[in-house]
């Protein structure tokens, strides 16, 4: 009887042993065949609040459209990314791209172990970290600094703000499989505002071909949009001459020229009559708003401005969003059509707001102010030739802080989604990518004045006496029971 129960004892042993040994193998085979699909395939699932680690719909789209293969090099190792969030998050999108299309292959070189790689790019001078996109139309390389948005902390240190990994390698994608690009001229000279890196940096992610041109020796013929940024000197007669024939392009036209002003630049003479010849006038003093909901954290003069024109505003994917143009110039109309030009104010300080004049004493006050709202923030003066295919563009902007750093890449304002989208739809560019930066810190608070006064109440107020009468009432109920 103990010998049967030893067999039978032992058959039990045996067959748990084989289903162990089986349960063990399927479960090797199971995570072997999910290493090998996760590599080609999506098997996971991004649950943070603004997708910081999947690709988003514009770039997915893109990827769906493409018809021809795409070569991503990253020089540096797997290995590299890890530590900082931001170095994680660029690999873990990075790997997202062949995912979603077959056309796309990534590769992670140690081109410092691979002589033969850097042969392959003779033009190009690599460093590790950056990101090579090689197309059938160009080569795109962007460098590892231009994979993140910057700012300053409060002790004045430059910081991480942001993620451009998804634009740049999404607008770098687009380019390399175009071959008709849009060139857009960085002006300089004339003491201009060199506060635009990120300007630079995000039209450059949104495919367009970016450069710096003087505006005295530049050849701006090179460039479709020309952007001049606060000048602090006037321009001369030649300079003025050497727009118009930049807008008139031997009569093909199809040429914009952006100016945004400030309320910190002197009487600029000789670009006010230019502007008025295009029926845009940038009048004296500082735009300053009174409305708490269109004033930007209690300072009256960082207003928001309202979208006047249709246009543009409905190629914002949340208009909601408002445009802030701090330090602003007051801007007016001359005309609204004459000599084929067509006037059209684009965005608009509100009703509440007002204008300091540049001579106002300290005691200037509000009730002081001549000129009122509405005022125009942004002004766009369009020539269009009877017989000409393609038109021309004087665009006025109150504000050149509008294009700082700063505000090019705070997510929770639209400057940089709707200047970008402008200058697509102005362009006609049919390959257009509007994308912006992914912060993994989350959504910054831009709260208008108004606002703030609001939940500062209800903070401070409201909920403190809730919870004191709450306490009152269970307290006499308890008593009195």
């Given at each position: 009887?103990?010998?049967?129960w030893?067999?039978?004892?032992?058959?039990?042993?045996?067959l748990?042993?084989?289903?162990?040994?089986?349960?063990?193998?399927?479960?090797?085979l199971?995570?072997?065949?999910?290493?090998?699909?996760?590599?080609?395939?999506?098997?996971?699932?991004?649950?943070?609040a603004?997708?910081?680690?999947?690709?988003?719909?514009?770039?997915?789209?893109v990827?769906?459209?493409?018809?021809?293969?795409?070569?991503?090099y990253?020089l540096a190792?797997?290995?590299?990314?890890?530590?900082?969030?931001?170095?994680?998050q660029?690999?873990?999108?990075?790997?997202?791209?062949?995912?979603?299309?077959?056309?796309?292959?990534?590769?992670?070189?140690d081109?410092m172990?691979?002589?033969t790689?850097?042969?392959?790019?003779?033009?190009?001078?690599?460093?590790a970290?950056?990101?090579?996109?090689?197309?059938?139309?160009?080569?795109?390389?962007?460098?590892?600094?231009?994979?993140?948005?910057?700012t300053?902390?409060?002790?004045?240190?430059?910081?991480?703000?942001?993620?451009r990994?998804?634009?740049?390698?999404?607008?770098?994608?687009?380019s390399?499989?175009?071959?008709?690009?849009?060139?857009v001229?960085?002006?300089?000279?004339?003491a201009?505002?060199?506060?635009?890196?990120?300007?630079?940096s995000?039209?450059?992610?949104?495919?367009?071909?970016?450069?710096?041109?003087?505006?005295v020796?530049?050849?701006?013929?090179?460039?479709?949009?020309?952007?001049?940024?606060?000048?602090?000197?006037?321009l001369?007669?030649?300079?003025?001459?050497?727009?118009d024939?930049?807008?008139?392009?031997?009569?093909?036209?199809?040429r914009?020229?952006?100016?945004?002003?400030?309320a910190?630049?002197?009487?600029?003479?000789?670009?006010g009559?230019?502007?008025?010849?295009?029926?845009?006038?940038?009048d004296?003093?500082?735009?300053?708003?009174?409305?708490?909901?269109?004033?930007?954290?209690?300072?009256?003069?960082?207003?928001f401005?309202?979208?006047?024109?249709?246009?543009?505003?409905?190629?914002?994917?949340?208009?909601?969003?408002?445009?802030?143009?701090?330090?602003?110039?007051?801007?007016?109309?001359?005309?609204?059509?004459?000599?084929?030009?067509?006037?059209?104010t684009?965005?608009?300080?509100?009703?509440?707001?007002?204008v300091?004049?540049?001579?106002?004493?300290?005691?200037?006050?509000a009730?002081?102010?001549?000129?009122?709202?509405p005022?125009?923030?942004?002004?766009?003066?369009?020539?269009?030739?009877?017989?000409?295919?393609?038109?021309s563009?004087?665009i006025?902007?109150?504000?050149?802080?509008?294009?700082?750093?700063?505000?090019?890449?705070?997510?929770?304002?639209?400057?940089?989604?709707?200047?970008?989208?402008?200058?697509?739809?102005?362009?006609?560019r049919?390959?257009?990518?509007?994308?912006?930066?992914k912060?993994?810190?989350?959504?910054q608070?831009?709260i208008?004045?108004g606002?703030?006064?609001?939940?500062?109440?209800?903070?401070?107020?409201?909920?403190?006496?809730?919870?004191?009468?709450?306490?009152?009432v269970v307290?006499?109920k308890?008593?009195?029971?």
């Amino acid at each position: 009887m103990k010998k049967r129960w030893n067999n039978e004892s032992g058959r039990m042993n045996l067959l748990l042993g084989i289903l162990l040994l089986i349960a063990v193998v399927i479960v090797v085979l199971v995570n072997a065949l999910t290493a090998s699909l996760s590599e080609r395939f999506l098997l996971s699932a991004d649950l943070t609040a603004n997708a910081s680690y999947d690709l988003g719909t514009d770039t997915r789209e893109v990827l769906d459209q493409l018809t021809e293969d795409v070569e991503l090099y990253v020089l540096a190792t797997k290995g590299n990314f890890t530590g900082n969030p931001y170095l994680v998050q660029m690999r873990t999108l990075l790997e997202k791209y062949p995912k979603y299309s077959r056309h796309i292959s990534l590769q992670f070189i140690d081109y410092m172990k691979d002589p033969t790689f850097a042969e392959h790019y003779p033009d190009l001078t690599l460093s590790a970290g950056d990101v090579l996109v090689a197309g059938p139309e160009a080569v795109k390389q962007i460098t590892l600094a231009n994979m993140f948005t910057y700012t300053y902390d409060a002790e004045g240190n430059l910081t991480i703000s942001g993620s451009r990994t998804e634009e740049a390698v999404t607008s770098a994608i687009v380019s390399s499989v175009t071959s008709d690009p849009v060139y857009v001229g960085i002006l300089t000279g004339s003491a201009v505002s060199e506060d635009r890196q990120n300007l630079e940096s995000i039209l450059a992610s949104n495919n367009f071909r970016v450069g710096e041109v003087d505006l005295v020796t530049g050849r701006l013929e090179e460039y479709e949009v020309l952007i001049l940024l606060s000048p602090m000197q006037d321009l001369s007669e030649d300079v003025l001459e050497r727009f118009d024939q930049f807008l008139y392009n031997q009569g093909e036209y199809g040429r914009t020229l952006l100016y945004a002003a400030s309320a910190q630049q002197p009487p600029l003479a000789n670009l006010g009559v230019f502007l008025r010849e295009w029926g845009i006038s940038v009048d004296d003093g500082a735009v300053f708003e009174t409305d708490e909901n269109y004033a930007y954290g209690y300072q009256p003069y960082y207003p928001f401005a309202d979208y006047t024109d249709e246009t543009f505003r409905d190629l914002l994917k949340d208009p909601s969003r408002k445009v802030l143009l701090p330090i602003s110039r007051p801007l007016s109309l001359v005309f609204e059509f004459k000599d084929n030009k067509t006037v059209t104010t684009l965005l608009s300080f509100s009703p509440a707001s007002g204008v300091r004049p540049s001579d106002a004493g300290e005691n200037f006050t509000a009730d002081q102010a001549t000129v009122k709202g509405p005022i125009p923030a942004a002004v766009m003066s369009t020539l269009m030739v009877s017989g000409a295919q393609r038109y021309s563009n004087v665009i006025a902007v109150s504000s050149a802080g509008a294009f700082s750093d700063n505000l090019m890449s705070n997510p929770s304002i639209a400057n940089a989604e709707y200047w970008t989208s402008m200058l697509n739809r102005i362009t006609e560019r049919e390959d257009a990518v509007s994308i912006e930066a992914k912060s993994l810190a989350g959504s910054q608070l831009t709260i208008t004045t108004g606002a703030a006064r609001a939940w500062s109440v209800i903070l401070c107020i409201v909920i403190p006496l809730l919870v004191l009468v709450t306490g009152i009432v269970v307290y006499l109920k308890r008593r009195y029971q």
